[in-house]
T-cell receptor, first 114, second 113 residues
């Protein structure tokens, strides 16, 4: 099963709200990723977790807070977002092998900040 | 810094036509190259992964080739169908980029019935 699931599918939040995005995979992958994608642009990497430890933070503002509770789950906590943060948020996972592993993406969460 | 370019940016073809999508990259020190498909508002679906030591990979009507030394990859789609309409993205994983993928801007494909 090469499936990555994400919830919710859609999220509308105000600038003062706190919400969380969730991602889950059961492929035994040890690397998990958060990407942000704006319309008609490729995904932009935000965070990478490797073996449940944060290994890459691409200088993402602190209003985005990732969390990896276990090897199958990845959360993205959102607080005090701006309208320009509206985008499709994608989660992905991979084996985190010696460089040749394939990334599998989830369906995404469409986030709208009002 | 790795740069990935996809040509053309958009392509419209009649159903049944064979077509080629192009991807070029500036740094040949890569582990692999991955082709993805993305439908509007959806996630990315992995189509093919080519390791740096491989020349091509095939899956059904899709064939991807890799010429690492010249920094080029092509995705060949045989007998195109309206259901193939989507944006196709290529991404490379560089030897010095850790877990990062560098994406091209994509080719938006429309197959007309």
């Amino acid at each position: 099963d090469t499936e990555v699931t994400q919830t919710p599918k859609h999220l509308v939040m105000g600038m003062t709200n706190k919400k969380s995005l969730k991602c889950e995979q059961h492929m035994g992958h040890r690397a998990m990723y958060w990407y942000k994608q704006k319309a008609k642009k490729p995904p932009e990497l935000m965070f990478v977790y490797s073996y449940e430890k944060l290994s890459i933070n691409e200088s993402v503002p602190s209003r985005f807070s990732p969390e990896c509770p276990n090897s199958s789950l990845l959360n993205l906590h959102l607080h005090a977002l701006q309208p320009e943060d509206s985008a499709l948020y994608l989660c992905a996972s991979s084996q985190d092998g010696p460089g040749w592993d394939e990334q599998y993406f989830g369906p995404g969460t469409r986030l709208t900040v009002t | 810094k790795q740069e990935v370019t996809q040509i053309p940016a958009a392509l419209s073809v009649p159903e049944g036509e064979n077509l080629v999508l192009n991807c070029s990259f500036t740094d040949s020190a890569i582990y692999n190259l991955q082709w993805f498909r993305q439908d509007p508002g959806k996630g990315l679906t992995s189509l093919l992964l080519i390791q740096s030591s491989q020349r091509e990979q095939t899956s059904g009507r899709l064939n991807a080739s890799l010429d690492k030394s010249s920094g080029r990859s092509t995705l060949y789609i045989a007998a195109s169908q309206p259901g193939d309409s989507a944006t196709y993205l290529c991404a490379v994983k560089g030897e010095t980029s850790g877990s990062r993928l560098t994406f091209g801007e994509g080719t938006q494909l429309t197959v007309n019935p």
